[in-house]
């Protein structure tokens, strides 16, 4: 079991880069100011007619095809670990889960052996994997989301992914919200605000123990609010 976390508290030398994909999503320009505001430089990969959404103020923008295996290296060289927030947007091209949310994750992982970069959270989904759920009538985006999963999975890097339940734009009252953590497969509805998941994903970089996991994520008021690494360590070593 590797060991090693990514931490941003040390005074020597300059800070590590991470790298985002779909960083001009909703859940990815979240994962880029929270990842700023812990002292991260970070890449913000985009397509190359994506727009730049405030939140990525303070990053390094570099557009690019995520089928553009060459410049995806090079994006990635120098960076200590790749958050993937892409996804498939709703579109009438039902081969968008296909292209995005497997093949897409394939090329990710293949620059990230290439440039170096041991270290990948990806943001997936609940129900990730279920043939028989009305969110497949769009291009069977939950079974392309789980051949993705495990071509990561399958990678040789040091993987986390963090699958959140339906995400919510809200801002407010975030304080009030606990976040129920569960290994693959023991939720199915409820929802969590995309910043929450941002925050998760930033925290598994700081936590050895969640590489190699499967990790579902919601929140409601009222649940015991614990961080990431909490909630790990209660968990049973994988085997
Ligand atoms: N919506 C939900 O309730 C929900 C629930 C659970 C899980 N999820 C998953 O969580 C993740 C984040 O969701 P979100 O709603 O925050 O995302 P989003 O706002 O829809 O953003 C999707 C991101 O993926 C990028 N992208 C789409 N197609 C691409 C392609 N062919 N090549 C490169 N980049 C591409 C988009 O770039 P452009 O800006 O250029 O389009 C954008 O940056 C997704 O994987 C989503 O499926 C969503």
């Not at 390094?60 to 958050?83: N, P, S, Y």
């Not at 995005?100 to 620059?111: E, M, W």
């Amino acid at each position: 079991m590797p060991s090693t976390s990514i931490s941003t508290g040390s005074a020597a030398g300059p800070a590590p880069c991470l790298a985002v994909s779909g960083a001009s999503g909703k859940t990815g320009w979240r994962v880029v100011e929270e990842a700023l505001g812990r002292g991260y430089r970070v890449k913000a990969l985009l397509r190359p007619g994506s727009e730049v959404p405030e939140g990525l103020q303070g990053a390094e923008l570099i557009r690019l095809e995520l089928t553009d295996q060459a410049a995806l290296e090079r994006a990635l060289e120098g960076t200590v670990a790749l958050v993937i927030a892409t996804g498939a947007r709703p579109s009438v091209d039902l081969a968008g889960p296909l292209k995005v949310d497997a093949l897409a994750i394939r090329q990710q992982c293949a620059a990230c052996r290439a440039a170096g970069v041991k270290r990948v959270v990806l943001v997936s989904s609940l129900c990730s994997g279920r043939w028989f759920h009305p969110l497949n009538l769009f291009g069977l985006i939950l079974v392309w989301k789980r051949v993705g999963e495990r071509w990561l999975e399958a990678s040789g890097l040091d993987w986390t992914v963090v699958r959140p339940g339906g995400l919510k734009e809200t801002e407010d009252d975030l304080d009030a919200q606990g976040i129920r953590y569960s290994g693959p497969d023991q939720q199915e509805s409820n929802s969590i605000p995309r910043r929450l998941v941002a925050r998760v994903c930033l925290e598994a970089l700081d936590a050895p123990a969640s590489i190699g996991r499967i990790i579902e994520v919601t929140s409601a008021a009222g649940v015991e609010p614990l961080s990431l690494e909490q909630w790990l360590a209660r968990q049973p070593q994988p085997a």
